[in-house]
């Protein structure tokens, strides 16, 4: 099994760009969770799926985020336009309701907004 | 709402030293527990979780937490810690209930001194 990936590992941007992070869950899971990562903040829940519908994104700080999950095997999170404040690392981890929402994460995308 | 409390922000101590990290968490239902690791610059890794049975759990890497309901707890521990248990220790709560959503605690620092 290869495990939730993410993608890009590191970006790095300019305050006002447009950018997108990629995730692919464990395959048969049924959840997948976009997560911020800040030392200010610790860890906060952005947005959740279920059989890809999106279920809670009450997590979303403002209308610059947005999240798809097009299909059981692919989410984005996107951030347009971005801004310095964005910087964190963003997780993205998926579970299955068979495994009682143990989350298996992904290694993270380090987003640096200059 | 459930929410996740964690008792110490940063532990520091000494190699062989016993550890035990403190967890509360607050909902009346049923619930799944967890203990996720982060290691420096790495993503989040599960060491241990609670589903029902036996209210001792005995993780990966020696660690071990003890679920006791009437005091909505899940403490962590390890008699002998190494240099290499320097991370960072999250508690965390699922429900059926809620859907599987996990809630994290703030995180525990743990800094072992060779």
């Known amino acids: 099994d290869a495990g939730v990936i993410q993608s890009p590992r590191h970006e790095v941007t300019e305050m006002g760009q447009e950018v997108t992070l990629r995730c692919k869950p464990i395959s048969g899971h049924d959840y997948l969770f976009w997560y911020r990562q800040t030392m200010m903040r610790g860890l906060e829940l952005l947005i959740y799926?279920?059989?890809?519908?999106?279920?809670?994104d009450s997590g979303m700080p403002e209308d610059r985020f947005s999240a798809k999950m097009p299909n059981a095997s692919f989410s984005t999170l996107k951030i347009q336009p971005s801004e310095p404040r964005d910087s964190a690392v963003y997780f993205c981890?998926?579970?299955?309701?068979?495994?009682?929402?143990?989350?298996?994460f992904g290694e993270g995308s380090r987003l640096t907004v200059l | 709402a459930q929410s996740v409390s964690q008792h110490n922000h940063h532990v520091i101590l000494s190699e062989a030293a016993s550890l035990e990290l403190g967890c509360n968490y607050s909902?009346?239902?049923?619930?799944?527990l967890f203990w996720y690791v982060q290691y420096p610059g790495q993503h989040l890794q599960l060491l241990l979780k609670y589903f029902s049975g036996d209210p001792l759990v005995k993780g990966i890497k020696g660690f071990e937490a003890e679920f006791i309901k009437s005091k909505f707890s899940f403490n962590l521990r390890k008699p002998s810690v190494q240099w290499s248990d320097t991370a960072e220790y999250f508690c965390?709560?699922?429900?059926?209930?809620?859907?599987?959503?996990?809630?994290f605690g703030a995180g525990t620092t743990v800094t072992v001194r060779a």
């Open positions: 981890a998926s579970s299955s309701t068979s495994e009682s929402g143990e989350l298996f």
């Open positions: 965390a709560v699922n429900a059926r209930s809620n859907d599987y959503k996990l809630s």
């Open positions: 909902y009346g239902g049923t619930v799944n």
């Open positions: 799926f279920n059989n890809n519908v999106p279920i809670d």
